[in-house]
C-alpha cells in the first residue's frame, strides 16, 4: 500500500487572513482597526445587479442551470469581450463557474498531472502554488523585480522551462503589485509556446494605462475572470472560463462531477452586471485611483520603497526591509502597535519577503487615519 498522503499538510496557511483573525480578535476587546491588508471591495453591489437577482428569484429561476453556465451569461461574456477587446468569442468557450477559484482548479486539471510543472511569478497570489501541489503538480517559480514593476522578464520565464513544463501563469492586474503587465511582454510570453493561464480578475481596474487580456495575443490560453472585484460582488461567488475548444468537454466534466453549476440567481445578476453597470464599475475606479495616489505618495514619504508606481487592481506592494527582514513580524508589530492590518510580504511568496502590502479597499478617510498611525509608529519605532 502506498503511504497516505494527507494534502492539508502540503497547503500552506494563508497569512493575510490570520492577520484578520488577529485584528478580529482585538476589535472584540474594543480596539478601533483599519484594515488595510483585506482585498475585498467595501462598496455595496450596485442596484441594477441586486434588482436582477431579485428578478431571478422571483422568476423562478432557482435551479440548477446548464452545467456550461445559462447562454444568456454566456453570450453577455462574449459580447463584454468584443466591444472591450475587440474579440470575437464563441459562447461555446466560455464555462461560468462558482468564482475565479473554482475556475482556477478547474484548469489546472485540465492542463497538469503530477510532477507536471507550471510556471508561477514570485511574488504571486498566496493560494496558485497551492492548487498546484493539492493536484500533484510542481510551481515552478520565476522570480520578478520591483525595479520592473514586478513584471515578468519573457527570457527568465524561458530558462526555467523544462520537460514537464506544461502551462504559465499570468496575473495582470496583479495581486499583490498592482502590476499591469506590459504588452510587449504579454506577448513574448504568449510566443514561447506553452499554454497561458491568465487570472484576469482585476480587469477593468486600470489606472492611466490600458489592460489587455492574453486572448489578443494567443489562442492556446484560459483566461480566468469573474465579477468578484470591478463588480464588488465578492459574496456572490461567479467567475468563468474562457478556454480553448479542446478542452471545454473536459471542464465541463468536472464541472458537472464537482459543482454541478453556478448558482443560477447570481448568474442572471452577472447578465445585469456585464448589460448595465458599467457606469458603477466607472464611478467605483475613480475612487479607487484616487486612493491609489494618496497612498503611493504617502507610503513614499514615510520611507518605503516603490520605485515604479502600481497602476491596477486595489493594491500596492512596498519595500520595508529597512524596518526588518521579517515581514511576518512586521505585520503583526504594526497590528498590535498601529492598530493597522498590512499583509506581509512573505504570504506572497519568498522574493517578497521584505516587503509589505497594502489594499486600498478601504475609505479615504480610514486610509488617511490607518498611514497616519503607522507615521507615528514609525516615528516612535
Known amino acids: 500500500m502506498p503511504p497516505h498522503i494527507d494534502r492539508s ?22 480596539r478601533r482597526i483599519i484594515h488595510l491588508e483585506i482585498g475585498e471591495p467595501d462598496f455595496p453591489t450596485p442596484d441594477c445587479i441586486c434588482r436582477a437577482a431579485q428578478r431571478a428569484i422571483q422568476e423562478g429561476h432557482t ?14 461574456v462574449c459580447r463584454h469581450y468584443r466591444d472591450r477587446y475587440g474579440l ?32 508561477v511569478s ?19 517559480f520565476v522570480d520578478v523585480f520591483e525595479e520592473d514593476g514586478f513584471q515578468y522578464r519573457p527570457e527568465d520565464i524561458r530558462s526555467r522551462m ?8 499570468v496575473n495582470s492586474p496583479a495581486n499583490p503589485t498592482g502590476n499591469v503587465l506590459a504588452p510587449d511582454r504579454m506577448e513574448a510570453v504568449a510566443d514561447l509556446g506553452l499554454p497561458v493561464i491568465a487570472d484576469e480578475i482585476y480587469h477593468g481596474l486600470v489606472y492611466g494605462e490600458t489592460e489587455h487580456t492574453i486572448l489578443e495575443y494567443t489562442e492556446e490560453a484560459f483566461v480566468l475572470n469573474g465579477f468578484s472585484k470591478a463588480y464588488a460582488m465578492t459574496g ?3 467567475g468563468y472560463i474562457i ?46 485611483d484616487e486612493r491609489r495616489r494618496v497612498m503611493v505618495g504617502r507610503l513614499r514619504d514615510m520611507g518605503f520603497g516603490l520605485p515604479v508606481e502600481p497602476a491596477g487592481a486595489f493594491y500596492i506592494l512596498v519595500n520595508a526591509k529597512h524596518l526588518s527582514d521579517n ?28 516587503y509589505l502590502r497594502f489594499s486600498y479597499a478601504n475609505s479615504l478617510e480610514n486610509i488617511h487615519e490607518g498611514l497616519d498611525r503607522i507615521e507615528a509608529f514609525l516615528e516612535r519605532r
Request: include cysteine; glycine fraction near 10%; charged fraction near 20%.
Open 162 to 169: 523544462g520537460a514537464r513544463s506544461r502551462a504559465v501563469l
Open 88 to 119: 470575437e468569442i464563441d459562447p461555446g468557450r466560455v464555462v461560468v463557474t462558482s468564482g475565479t477559484s473554482p475556475a482556477l482548479f478547474m484548469a489546472f486539471s485540465a492542463l497538469l498531472g503530477p510532477g507536471d510543472e507550471i510556471i
Open 236 to 238: 456572490w461567488r461567479l
Open 9 to 30: 499538510e502540503q497547503i500552506t496557511p494563508f497569512i493575510v487572513m490570520e492577520v484578520l483573525e488577529r485584528a478580529h480578535e482585538l476589535e472584540r476587546e474594543g
Open 63 to 76: 435551479h440548477y442551470t446548464h452545467s456550461l453556465g445559462i447562454i444568456e451569461l454566456r453570450e453577455a
Open 327 to 354: 515581514s511576518y513580524e512586521l505585520a503583526f508589530e504594526i497590528l498590535e502597535k498601529a492598530g493597522v492590518g498590512v499583509s506581509p510580504g512573505i504570504d506572497f511568496g519568498s522574493n517578497a519577503e521584505g
Open 243 to 288: 478556454a480553448p475548444p479542446r478542452f471545454v468537454r473536459g471542464l465541463q466534466k468536472i464541472q458537472q462531477n464537482l459543482f454541478i453549476s453556478a448558482g443560477s440567481v447570481s448568474q442572471w445578476a452577472g447578465v445585469a452586471a456585464l448589460n448595465e453597470a458599467g457606469p458603477d464599475v466607472e464611478r467605483m475606479r475613480r475612487v479607487y
Open 122 to 140: 514570485n511574488p504571486h497570489y498566496p493560494c496558485y502554488p497551492n492548487f498546484a501541489r493539492f493536484l500533484g503538480a510542481v510551481p515552478a
